[in-house]
């Protein structure tokens, strides 16, 4: 094939060099130039004509919106999370840290959904070899399993188009390289085109593709999150590598809501899904410690309990805040509404907070957990036991509502909690069974209030 003329072109205000260089040109940002294909524009055939699809202009009660058909890949938790199961012509991306799951998650899937569809596993990590001993490791009926290890991918789009699988896995997009641009394997450049090309090939054939991202060490997908605007369904799998629970969340779906989370235990035969998972981020402590709180957080449709850890030490040099699972930034500024609130100084002291499990968790109604951790490291105090907690926590002290307070106070009591310290306009109306309710509206309250209960 000749050799495309390739550009630099700036990622921020799209100005263009014939080299590379170090400042935009354009803007003068610094850093912002990435390898394309340069693209006559007049050509209507252009490579990203398809992804535009049709353009007649039409009134919107007019078009016939049907739901999309789902293919369920066989794996409960998966497609819960997927918003009921794959799309045709969909592209689903599924970023996480290295070893975490995710290709032993799609090998698990595509096995399931060979029963009955085409699909096609694509590794640019792997060998065939590798990846046929993991699924004889995981008796994985790999019949119809077909298997293409390659990472060019010219090659790859020649294969999609001849064998027009159902669904198809990339792994991972960061070892494609498309020889129409010189940038290295990974690079923004190769990630972008390579995905935008695959997204393009999807619209047109109607096949599922998905992609297998890795996550940088910020956290973000490498290739700064281009490709998360570029594909319509974008998950995320999350937990701590040493324990062997698994989440999977959606960040964005154009085919369902977000927020629904998939979860997973790791075994040796592979990721099994656990259907009943809010008891899962519980510490199993025989006895109540100092600086132990329990969430109810609600993760899309379930309520999920999440210990909150917090220890408060002596600082020696400047003290240090430091959280797991949680925002730091909010930590900080719940030390402040802490001590300016309910008097509660910690500013000689450091203070880490993490969430069991290695789940996070984004939601500011974990701050009154987390206040409450807190406190009770502070004082070297037990909460009381069988409580949960929720409520956000607002600048000035007040404690603010969680959406579905109800669910979450019933989850709670079927676990056997028999406590709840809640914000006020979360006090249910009628009382739930088996939980006392104590709601508060005040930062300085709560910590009142704890100090009366034992
Ligand atoms: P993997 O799917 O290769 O991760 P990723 O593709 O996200 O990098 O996950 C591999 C990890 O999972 C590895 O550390 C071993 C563990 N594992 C099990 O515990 N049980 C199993 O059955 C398999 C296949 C892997
Ligand atoms: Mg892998």
Not at 4 to 29: D, F, L, M, R
Not at 81 to 105: E, N, Q, R
Not at 319 to 337: F, H, K, N
Request: aromatic letters at 4%; glycine letters at 10%; one cysteine or more.
């Amino acid at each position: 094939m000749a050799k495309v003329k390739t550009i630099y072109s700036c990622t921020e205000c799209g100005a263009s060099a014939a080299k590379w260089q170090g400042q935009c040109p354009g803007c003068a940002v610094w850093n912002t130039l990435v390898e394309t294909i340069a693209e006559p524009v007049t050509n209507s055939n252009s490579r990203f004509a398809a992804l535009g699809g049709t353009s007649k202009l039409q009134t919107l009660s007019e078009i016939e919106a049907r739901e999309e058909d789902r293919l369920p890949t066989g794996i409960a938790e998966f497609d819960r999370a997927l918003g009921g199961g794959l799309v045709a012509g969909g592209v689903v991306l599924i970023g996480g840290d290295p070893g975490i799951g995710k290709s032993t998650l799609l090998l698990q899937a595509l096995a399931e959904l060979s029963a009955g569809n085409q699909v096609l596993y694509v590794s640019g990590e792997e060998s065939g070899q590798q990846i046929a001993m993991r699924a004889r490791r995981l008796s994985l009926d790999t019949k119809n399993l077909k298997l293409l290890a390659e990472i060019n991918l010219e090659k790859i789009l020649a294969t999609l188009q001849s064998e027009r699988p159902q669904v198809a896995v990339i792994d991972s997009i960061q070892t494609l390289w498309s020889d129409q641009l010189s940038s290295a394997p990974g690079s923004v450049a190769q990630v972008r085109e390579c995905a935008a090309q695959l997204t393009r090939l999807a619209k047109q054939t109607g096949i599922t593709v998905i992609l297998v991202g890795h996550v940088t060490k910020e956290g973000a997908l490498a290739g700064p999150r281009v490709l998360e605007h570029i594909v319509d369904t974008v998950l995320y799998f999350e937990g701590d590598t040493h324990s062997s629970f698994r989440l999977i969340r959606a960040v964005k779906n154009r085919y369902g809501a977000v927020n629904e989370i998939g979860v997973f235990a790791m075994t040796d035969k592979g990721l099994k899904g656990v259907n009943n998972p809010s008891a899962l981020f519980l510490s199993q402590h025989g006895q109540d410690v100092p600086g132990s709180c329990v969430l109810v957080t609600q993760e899309g449709t379930r309520p999920l309990l999440v210990e909150i850890q917090a220890l408060v030490d002596q600082s020696h040099g400047n003290p240090r805040r430091l959280t797991v699972g949680l925002e730091a930034q909010r930590l900080a500024m719940l030390l402040a509404v802490l001590h300016r609130h309910a008097g509660v100084v910690c500013f000689d002291q450091d203070v880490f907070v993490n969430a069991v499990g290695g789940v996070k968790i984004a939601e500011p109604a974990a701050d009154l957990a987390v206040l409450l951790a807190i406190v009770s490291s502070l004082k070297n105090k037990a909460l009381p036991s069988k409580l949960i907690v929720f409520g956000e926590v607002g600048l000035a002290g007040e404690i603010r509502p969680a959406p579905r307070g109800q669910e979450r106070l019933k989850e709670a009591a079927k676990l056997g909690f028999t406590r709840a310290l809640i914000p006020e306009a979360n006090k249910p109306k009628h009382p739930i069974d088996g939980i006392e309710v104590i709601a508060i509206r005040r930062v300085e309250e709560a910590v009142e209030r704890l100090r009366e209960l034992d």
